[in-house]
């Protein structure tokens, strides 16, 4: 289902692009087109489609799309926790430090929802465990307070590995 589901977007995919081919020169038909795009791209990571995921990064969708909640696709995958998602994602270099409207990272969302593995891979690509949300938590505090006790015990061994490495 999923291998159709990917099949249906390629063909629309190429339906945008290809001149005539049911595409106008209004920009209202544009922007209807690309909010099209940036909710597929969430809506494949919500249900893992990791066909459709590659074909809408393959056609050089901003990686760093925001959806409503100020979320990229890279906070939904760390929400989901989907670790051949996030491969997928990180493979396009987005900006893992970015914040949704509540000021939360991807990190910050991995540890509030318990996504151990998650928050490794995220602190191996340089997210900052230092930053703050909207109401001062760190993804440190978020864990805490949500009873993760692998992500607190993770992110304390990895803020005492990189003191002594300083």
Avoid: W
């Amino acid at each position: 289902m999923k291998t159709f589901k990917g099949l249906i977007l390629c063909v629309s995919l190429t339906l945008l692009v290809v001149p005539g081919a049911g595409a106008n020169s209004n920009t209202d038909t544009i922007t209807v087109k690309t909010d099209t795009l940036k909710e597929n791209i969430f809506e494949a990571i919500r249900s893992i489609d990791y066909t459709s995921i590659n074909v809408l990064l393959a056609e050089e969708m901003d990686v760093n799309i925001i959806n409503q909640q100020g979320n990229t696709p890279l906070m939904v995958a760390a929400e989901v926790g989907n670790l051949r998602i996030l491969d997928i994602i990180l493979t396009h270099n987005p900006d893992i430090n970015v914040r949704n409207q509540e000021g939360k990272t991807a990190l910050m969302i991995a540890a509030e929802t318990g996504q151990t593995h998650v928050v490794e891979k995220l602190l191996v690509h340089d997210a900052d465990h230092m930053l703050k949300d909207n109401n001062d938590n760190t993804a440190l505090t978020l864990a805490s307070t949500y009873g993760h006790n692998a992500v607190v015990n993770y992110i304390k061994e990895m803020r005492t590995q990189t003191t002594f490495a300083k």
